[in-house]
């Protein structure tokens, strides 16, 4: 069982950067990829970005390309989320997600989650 907890969230205005962190309690973590997702009140649940194992390798939805940028430290079983330049439409509960597959952008394949962090970005 993985167990992952998001922290980093908050109220921000636009043009402002946030890191996001998740935990996770597992003793094989660098055999998990791991996700990014959001979801806006009244959305789906869209995918933000995702990184392999090692942290070598990531993938990210083109609305966040150049802006976001995901990294892990698998020596403290923690992946990050640097958001840069936000805007008032990046305003979601961000999730953190761990799967076995990478790339992968479906929610349905990641086989755990974290409980979310919000993000809020004023105008």
């Known amino acids: 069982q993985v167990q992952l907890v998001e922290s980093g969230g908050g109220l921000v205005q636009a043009g402002g950067s946030l890191r996001l962190s998740c935990a996770a309690s597992?003793?094989?973590?660098?055999?998990?990829?791991m996700g990014w997702f959001r979801q806006a009140p009244g959305k789906e649940r869209e995918f933000v970005g995702a990184?392999?194992?090692?942290?070598?390798?990531?993938y990210y939805a083109d609305s966040v390309k150049g802006r976001f940028t995901i990294s892990r430290d698998n020596a403290k079983n923690t992946v990050y989320l640097q958001v840069n330049t936000l805007k008032p439409e990046d305003t979601a509960v961000y999730y953190c997600?761990?799967?076995?597959?990478?790339?992968?952008?479906?929610?349905?394949?990641?086989?755990?989650w974290g409980q979310g962090t919000q993000v809020t970005v004023s105008s």
């Open positions: 990184i392999n194992w090692s942290g070598g390798s990531t």
């Open positions: 997600a761990a799967s076995r597959g990478y790339p992968v952008t479906l929610s349905r394949s990641y086989d755990f």
């Open positions: 597992v003793s094989a973590f660098s055999s998990y990829a």
